[in-house]
Structures are given as structure tokens and as C-alpha cells.
T-cell receptor
Framework: GAGVSQSPSNKVTEKGKDVELRCDPI?????LYWYRQSLGQGLEFLIY????????KSGLPSDRFSAERTGGSVSTLTIQRTQQEDSAVYLC??????????????FGPGTRLLVL | TQLLEQSPQFLSIQEGENLTVYCNSS?????LQWYRQEPGEGPVLLVT?????EVKKLKRLTFQFGDARKDSSLHITAAQPGDTGLYLC??????????????FGQGTILTVHP
């Protein structure tokens, strides 16, 4: 079956603009995660969805960041009033149910965001 | 906060050499995972280790979980150019509402030269 897909693959925006990043998880996966990765670095957790609910938003850097998930499927990460420090690769992952720490998380290819 | 520290951060070797990447923490993890990431792609899971002292082998890759479950290592024998990539260790959140939430190390960039 299809893997996790993300769009757009690349996004260049001007400082102060809003951006929306989309994630389509693997069908049937109830758990969905957003991470942020700076160049050549490890991943920083942003938010976790279980179904349409987000029990853990602890990684969102500021109130400019928000995310939602609808129909237990597609998720959108929105960054308002973008800043240059928001430039990074935003990765989405999904897993079957997110109830244990040993599940496999399947990652999308990421959205490369550049804020000028 | 659970932190994972990887070393070395960069590794540049010739084809055929052996190498080891380390992942250390002051916290106990119930399990640890190793991922490999190629440029322009998301990380792909290589292995999950769950028992202290566990050793898992995947072809030329050997993964070990420390007895105290605070550290792990990845050893590659006879490295090949196709092994080039970013290697990441990751461990799950200690509890709460995000059992699947992962803490990642900062990664090791491996370059294998032909």
C-alpha cells in the first residue's frame, strides 16, 4: 500500500506569511506525529495525534504553530507569521495505534520549508 | 527530560572498514530504535531493541542494547558506499499520554568512500 505522503515537498515563503503543510498517513494508522529536523540533525518532536485528538502538543515551539487532524486521516500543520528560524524540514510519521514505544513509525519524505 | 547523545557526529571512512556508532543516555529506556535516513527522504526503521543486553544482527549491521538499557551501539562490518546516510537512535517517551512519542539523538552522518 501507499506510504506516508507530504505536500508540498518544498516551500519557500517570506517572513511574516502563513504556511500550511499537509500529511497523508498510511490508511488505518490511528497515530500521527509531526517532527522538525534542522539540517543534518536529529528530529524534534512537535505534536502527536491519536485519532483526531492531540493528547501531546508539548513540542510546538510557540503559539504560531498549530495542527489539526480530520477524519482520523489527513493532518495539517500551520505556521502563522513565519520567522527565519522556522526554516527546517517538517516530517510527518504514522503508526498503527501509538500505544507502545516499540511500534514502527513510518515517515513521509518531509516538507522543506525556507523562510526568507 | 530524556536525552540521547550520539557519537561520533560525523564519520568518514573507506569501503571495507568497520565502524561503531554509540547512543548514550542517563535515563533508562524501555526500548531503543535505530533509523537510517538518506538525503531527501524520511528516516526508515532498521531495528528495535527491547531487552537489556540484547544483540540483534541485520546482515552486516549489529545492534546492541546495554544491560542497564541506557545505551546502545550500532556496528557495521565491511562498510559499503550504500551504507552512507544519517543514522539516528530514538527512544520512546517514558510514559504519560504519548507512548509512541520518540526522543531522537542528534544523529551520526556516515560517509563511506569507494
Amino acid at each position: 500500500g501507499a506510504g506516508v505522503s507530504q505536500s508540498p515537498s518544498n516551500k519557500v515563503t517570506e517572513k511574516g506569511k502563513d504556511v500550511e503543510l499537509r500529511c497523508d498517513p498510511i490508511s488505518g494508522h490511528t497515530a500521527l506525529y509531526w517532527y522538525r529536523q534542522s539540517l543534518g540533525q536529529g528530529l524534534e518532536f512537535l505534536i502527536y495525534f491519536q485519532g483526531n485528538s492531540a493528547p501531546d502538543k508539548s513540542g510546538l515551539p510557540s503559539d504560531r504553530f498549530s495542527a489539526e487532524r480530520t477524519g482520523g486521516s489527513v493532518s495539517t500543520l500551520t505556521i502563522q507569521r513565519t520567522q527565519q528560524e522556522d526554516s527546517a524540514v517538517y516530517l510527518c510519521a504514522s503508526s498503527l495505534n501509538g500505544r507502545t514505544g516499540i511500534e514502527t513509525q513510518y515517515f513521509g519524505p518531509g516538507t522543506r520549508l525556507l523562510v526568507l | 527530560t530524556q536525552l540521547l547523545e550520539q557519537s561520533p557526529q560525523f564519520l568518514s571512512i573507506q569501503e571495507g572498514e568497520n565502524l561503531t556508532v554509540y547512543c548514550n543516555s542517563s535515563s533508562v529506556f524501555s526500548s531503543l530504535q535505530w533509523y537510517r535516513q538518506e538525503p531527501g527522504e524520511g528516516p526508515v526503521l532498521l531495528v528495535t531493541v527491547v531487552t537489556g543486553g540484547e544483540v540483534k544482527k541485520l546482515k552486516r549491521l549489529t545492534f546492541q542494547f546495554g544491560d542497564a538499557r541506557k545505551d546502545s551501539s550500532l556496528h557495521i562490518t565491511a562498510a559499503q558506499p550504500g551504507d552512507t546516510g544519517l543514522y539516528l537512535c530514538a527512544g520512546p517517551n517514558a510514559g504519560g499520554t504519548s507512548y509512541g512519542k520518540l526522543t531522537f539523538g542528534q544523529g551520526t552522518i556516515l560517509t563511506v568512500h569507494p
